[in-house]
């Protein structure tokens, strides 16, 4: 079979891109593996920005006021806008795959690419031919492997599903307990995610860390409680190779910070989408995503090796994350 687009991955990524070009009149298919689209390992967070992308309704619950809670002390920080939602990626993935068949995609599920060339992948005995390939297959990338990029920064996030209650958004930052990232609260509707994440070469001792924290201080019976976790990628080598492109976790734009990644992966899926339909387009929003990220995996990169200092400077943090413009700036322009 023919197609002008054959991207790989039914996530944000895939299916940002998949109704873009579809919009504009290319010939496109999603290949998914899996049976439902959407079913993805996430705590399901969502920073402000992913509003341009997201309506509003989707999501689960607002939030302005976050808790920060240091090995020395909690702090609630008052935003004047809200700061992030949470949503469902089921109802995610929903929303997004309607927009694509929409416009105009194909979307095949059940259909595990295993093969790529240099102009066709095999998904389930079948031959799909493409003009471009859009490897939008996340963390683990067939495409990316195709590629020969190495994939150094894995990071890896675990986290039970509690159907207990939590009423604030939390962000735990005590380096001796959960290393350089952080443990999270992600409070929704009828659930709550709660996980901790690091990269996977200093991820011994995270099950533990987090069955701790979870049976100890939280109060949640760990053992009649969902335990799931999957991986990430961070290590972003560039997202256009000859007719091949790379978009979100694939690309490894998944923050190396907070482990952020569904707007990186909207922003990737659109801006590659449109480098498709016009090969002189500047991509200034993706440019975006890649200078920040670059910015964070420095910050990240010193921070892992300096526990005392990256400790440090979250006590400090949430210090001077009280005073306003500090705090705004911060979190909107560097951290998300
Ligand atoms: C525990 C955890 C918590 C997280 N929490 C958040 C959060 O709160 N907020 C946030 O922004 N990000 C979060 N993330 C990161 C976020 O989930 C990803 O960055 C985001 O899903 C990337 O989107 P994507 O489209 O690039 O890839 P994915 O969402 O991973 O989609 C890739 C798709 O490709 C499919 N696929 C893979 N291989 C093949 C193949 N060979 N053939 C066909 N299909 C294939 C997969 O089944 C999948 O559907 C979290 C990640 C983890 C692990």
Request: with cysteine; hydrophobic share 40%; net charge positive.
């Amino acid at each position: 079979m023919e197609y002008d687009v054959v991207i790989v991955g039914g996530g944000p990524g895939g299916l940002k891109a998949a109704e873009i070009l579809a919009k504009n009149g290319k010939k496109v298919i999603v290949l998914e593996k899996d049976k439902v689209i959407g079913d993805k390992v996430c705590a399901g967070g969502l920073m402000r920005k992913n509003l341009r992308y997201i309506p509003k309704e989707l999501s689960e619950k607002e939030f302005s006021d976050v808790m920060f809670v240091t090995n020395k002390k909690k702090t609630v920080l008052k935003f004047k806008k809200n700061f992030c939602y949470t949503v469902q990626r089921i109802k995610l993935g929903e929303y997004l795959m309607e927009n694509a068949k929409k416009a105009g995609a194909e979307i095949k599920t059940n259909a595990k690419v295993t093969e790529v060339t240099v102009n066709h992948v095999v998904a389930c005995n079948k031959k799909y031919n493409f003009q471009h390939l859009i490897g939008a297959d996340g963390p683990s990338s067939i495409v990316r492997k195709y590629l020969n990029l190495p994939s150094e920064k894995i990071g890896l996030g675990i986290q039970y599903i509690t159907t207990k209650i939590f009423k604030d958004i939390e962000f735990h930052l005590d380096t001796k307990r959960f290393g350089s990232w952080y443990a999270w609260v992600f409070p929704h509707d009828d659930y709550t995610a709660i996980g901790i994440g690091g990269i996977v070469s200093s991820s011994r001792g995270m099950k533990r860390a987090l069955d701790d924290w979870c049976r100890n201080d939280l109060k949640i019976e760990i053992e009649k409680t969902r335990f799931e976790g999957a991986l990430l990628n961070s290590d972003y080598r560039g997202y256009k190779f000859k007719n091949i492109f790379l978009v979100g976790d694939a690309a490894g734009l998944t923050s190396t910070f907070s482990g952020e990644g569904i707007y990186q992966a909207l922003v990737s899926g659109e801006e590659v989408g449109k480098k498709i339909l016009d090969p002189k387009y500047k991509y200034p929003k993706l440019k975006k995503v890649i200078f920040r990220h670059r910015i964070q995996d420095k910050i990240a990169d010193t921070l892992r090796f300096n526990p005392k200092i990256n400790q440090f400077l979250y006590n400090i943090g949430t210090h001077l994350f009280k005073i306003g413009f500090i705090r705004e700036f911060v979190f909107f322009k560097i951290l998300t």
